[in-house]
C-alpha cells in the first residue's frame, strides 16, 4: 500500500491556517472525495486545494514560512502549480478567478475552463472539522477528460451511491468495483 504523506491531519491544519489569514479554500481531489465520505478511503501524497488568485501571495507567503518550494512539472502555470516541503507533502494549487456569475474561471478566459459556482458548494468532513470542498456532483463530473485510474473508479463508485447521483455514461466499470 501506498505511504499516507498527507496526513488527514496535515489536511486539518492546512485547511485551518489558511482559512485563519482570510483565505478561502476549497478541497478538491481526492481529500475532497475523503471528506465528502467523511473517512479516508485511501492514502493520500498531495491535497488539491481550489483557492481565488487574489491571495497566491497570502498562500505562497505562509507555505514558503513552513518550508514549501515550488515543484516544477510539465503542467506547472500561473493557475496550477504544486509547493512541496522536505517530507514529500505537496500542495496542489489550482487557481480560479470569479466572473460575475460567480463561476471560477481556470486559467485564461479563452480556454474554457472553470468551477462553476455549484460546483464549490460542497460540504464535508475530516477529522471532525467540516471543511469546504468541491460538491459531490461536480467531483464525479470532474472525473473525465483523461485515463482513469483504479482509485477514480473507486471515488467515483463511493459518491455515486452515498449521494445518489446517477453513474455517467461509459463507467459501468465503477459499478463493478
Known amino acids: 500500500m501506498k505511504e499516507n504523506i498527507f496526513s488527514s491531519q496535515d ?3 492546512l485547511y485551518k491556517e489558511l482559512k485563519g489569514v482570510g483565505i478561502d479554500i476549497w478541497l ?14 485511501r492514502p493520500h501524497e498531495d491535497v488539491d486545494i481550489v483557492i481565488q488568485e487574489k491571495d497566491i501571495g497570502e498562500l505562497r507567503g505562509l507555505l514558503e514560512s513552513k518550508g514549501y518550494k515550488d515543484v516544477i512539472r510539465d503542467d506547472t502555470s500561473d493557475w496550477n ?13 489550482h487557481v480560479i478567478v470569479f466572473d460575475d456569475k460567480g463561476d471560477g474561471i481556470y486559467g485564461p478566459e479563452n480556454n474554457g475552463q ?7 458548494t ?11 470542498c ?8 470532474f472525473h473525465s477528460g483523461y485515463e482513469l485510474k483504479e482509485k477514480d473508479y473507486k471515488d467515483i463508485k463511493a459518491l455515486c451511491d452515498k449521494y445518489k447521483i446517477k453513474y455517467p455514461k461509459g463507467y459501468e466499470k465503477s459499478k463493478n468495483n
Do not use: C
Not at 472525495?33 to 467523511?38: G, N, P, Q
Not at 472553470?114 to 464549490?120: E, H, I, K, Q, V
Open 134 to 141: 468541491i460538491s459531490p456532483e461536480h467531483l464525479v463530473k
Open 81 to 93: 502549480f504544486v509547493l512541496g516541503d522536505g517530507n514529500g507533502r505537496l500542495v496542489d494549487v
Open 122 to 132: 460542497g460540504r464535508g468532513v475530516i477529522d471532525g472539522v467540516e471543511v469546504e
Open 11 to 13: 489536511v486539518v491544519v
Open 114 to 120: 472553470m468551477y462553476p459556482a455549484d460546483s464549490l
Open 28 to 41: 478538491d481531489g481526492g481529500w475532497a472525495v475523503d471528506a465528502l465520505l467523511e473517512k479516508q478511503t
